[in-house]
Structure formats: C-alpha cells, structure tokens
DNA sequence: CTAGGATCCTGTCAGC
DNA sequence: TGCTGACAGGATCCTA
C-alpha cells in the first residue's frame, strides 16, 4: 500500500528516466483510473515530478500536469530500451510482461515504456492545467508534511479530534499529509502509545513523540528504497517483503517484539488492522503519563520506550537477522 | 462540526 | 476440488 515514502521512491525513481522526456503517447484503459483529455498529454515533454502526500504530480511542457494517486494498489512501472524500474504495491507486475489485465494506463516515450497498473482501480491519473492542481480538491485539503509539522501544532489537531482514537487522526490526511496504516502503527508503535488512545488525551510529549517516529520511520523507509523492484525481488531472485526492512509491528501479528519479546497482537482500529505490542502499548498507561513513571520508575512498559536517545537504535536490522521470518528462501 | 461506517474494486486465502 | 465469504485499506461519501 503506497504511503509516502513509497510515492517519494516512485518520484526518484522515475525523475532520471522520463525527466525531459517526451510522451507520444498515452494509452488509457476506459474507466475512472483515467480522468481528463488524453490527447492533451500526447507528445508532451515531463519537466518536473514533485509529490504532495501520497500524490505524485507529473508537470508538462504545455502548462497540463497530471496527478497519479496509486491508492492502495497502484503501481508504476517503467520498461526503457537501457533500464528497469517499479514501485508502489510491490506485486509480480514489478517484473510480469506488460501491458496486462491490470495496467490501466500506458504512456509511450521514445525509449521506453510507462504503466500505471492498479489492480483494485481505486488509484487514478488525472489530467489537469498545471495551474490548477494546488486548487485539487485532494492537494487543497492536504496537511503538511510529517517534517514540515510542529509537534504542538499536531497537538493542536490532536485536541481539535480529542475523542477521535489517535490512529483515525494519523490517516486523516488533512491532519498530516502521507501518513498511511503502516507508518502509522510503526509510528505508534515507536511512541509506545496505544492507537485506540483519544486524541485529547495524549500529552504534548507523547505526540511529539509519534511525530518523531513518522519521520524516522519513513525516512528509513525512502532511504532504503520504499516498496521498488530493488526491495522486493532479492538478489537471489525470490521475492521479498520490503516491510522487513524496517517494520516492527506492522504485519507481524504472531511474531515477537524486537524491543521486550513479548507476542505482537492484531486489532482493528478506526476500521483498519493494526498492530500492536500489548506490552510496549498499553492502553490507558496515557492516562497518567508523567507522575506516574516517575513515582514507579522503570515499569515495565517503560524499559520499550528506551530507544528515546536514537544512539542505541540501528537503523536497519539487516544482515541475515531473524526479522526473515516466513519468507521461503528454498 | 465530528466520528464512524459503508463504499469503491479485484485478487487471495481460509473454511466448509 | 470447488465454492463462498472475509479481508486487504486510501479516500470519499453518507449518516447520526
């Protein structure tokens, strides 16, 4: 499920491969994943690929620019004469023969091939005047980027939805713009807070926190490549899961906590699954944050939240370690 | 106004 | 083996 930093892989990727490059033409399947005039993207030249969100925004030479949202599924793909690339929903597309059932649009350059293939269809293309995309209803309601946020103007927000659990806060995305489930739940999980915790009910502290652990967590994650072609297929060919390379709750339901060993567990929260360490997380401890760690000192729930200082915490918990749990290596 | 549920869509997988 | 239903979850729409 492209998040952020998958959309901002999607954007480096593709930046050095279609950047000036012409369009001659492009092939949309009929449908809502194409929205706008074709022709009005037929033989023009990318000049800039920028990304709000999880939105990524591809401007033209002839003031059109279009506006991809991979939503859930949504992948791009690029087959150039000299090079390869994928991301977004990591899936057999990444490498499968292209165009295919789930390609919904094909953009023809003059060396190579672009697709946008979304499986569910719930991602879109959309063609617009340049001018006009800030105007997007989706662009215009957008809140800032994790890194361009304050903590207390997210406490703020968070106050404005104090009975909202903080999770629906995380991925309203006119709160804070890029946030989806699993950075989410690695950023709750990060903050040692429980996702069902009201909004209202965190302290300035604990948001910063969670605020803190979105950027890490997700600039891990672009630093490491996103979901691409590089990060799902491994070197041995098999087909990974990128979240490996840093998730320590998301999708690990079953497996054990990296910091206290304890079972991560399942719930669903604001309507979506997540994740959770029960001990790291527990729900109420919010409630009496401060005095009461310092009354009883080092609780058991305390001895998670020891990564406070990022010195201890390595970065990727890589190299062969057990973190490669059910993926066949046979 | 907010919170929460249904909705869109297709592929996968568990269970019968 | 084959069918059915639950599930995946980003954003929007609708309801209370």
């Not at 949309?28 to 929205?35: A, D, M, S, W």
């Not at 690929?49 to 620019?65: C, E, P, Q, T, Y």
């Not at 979506?272 to 760690?293: D, Y």
Request: hydrophobic residues 35%; proline residues 5%.
């Amino acid at each position: 499920m492209p998040e952020l930093p998958e959309v901002e892989s999607v954007r480096r990727g593709l930046e050095p491969l279609i950047l000036k490059k012409k369009i001659i033409r492009a092939k949309p399947e009929p449908g809502k994943c194409f929205q706008g005039e074709a022709r009005d993207i037929d033989g023009a030249t990318v000049v800039g690929l920028r990304r709000r969100g999880k939105a990524l925004i591809v401007d033209l030479d002839n003031r059109k620019s279009m506006l991809i949202h991979l939503r859930m599924t949504g992948q791009l793909i690029w087959r150039g004469d000299h090079s390869n690339f994928a991301a977004g929903h990591p899936s057999k597309n990444f490498t499968a023969e292209l165009p295919n059932s789930q390609t919904r649009v094909e953009f023809d350059f003059e060396d190579g091939k672009l697709f946008f293939n979304d499986q569910r269809k719930f991602g879109f293309v959309k063609v617009l005047p340049t001018e006009e995309v800030e105007q997007d209803s989706f662009i215009a309601s957008l809140g800032k980027e994790p890194w361009d946020m304050q903590a207390d103007e997210l406490y703020q927000k968070c106050q404005r939805h104090a009975r909202a659990p903080i999770k629906a806060v995380l991925l309203d995305q006119k709160v804070i713009a890029g946030i989806g489930n699993i950075y989410a739940d690695e950023s709750l999980f990060y903050a040692s807070v429980h996702p069902e915790t009201r909004a209202g009910e965190l302290s300035a502290l604990q948001v910063a926190k969670i605020l803190e652990g979105a950027c890490k967590v997700m600039q891990a994650s672009i630093d490491s490549g996103g979901s691409t072609m590089a990060t799902y297929i491994k070197p041995d060919g098999s087909t990974g899961n990128y979240l490996e390379l840093f998730a320590q709750v998301f999708r690990r339901d079953g497996e054990t906590c990296k910091r206290c060993g304890t079972e991560i567990i399942k719930l669903r929260v604001a309507g979506r699954g997540t994740h959770i360490c029960p001990a790291c997380q527990k729900q109420g401890s919010v409630n009496k944050p401060l005095n009461q760690e310092r009354k009883t000192g080092m609780k058991s729930n305390r001895t998670c939240n020891a990564n406070t200082s990022s010195k201890n915490r390595k970065q990727q918990p890589d190299g062969g370690n057990s973190a490669i749990k059910g993926v066949k290596s046979d």
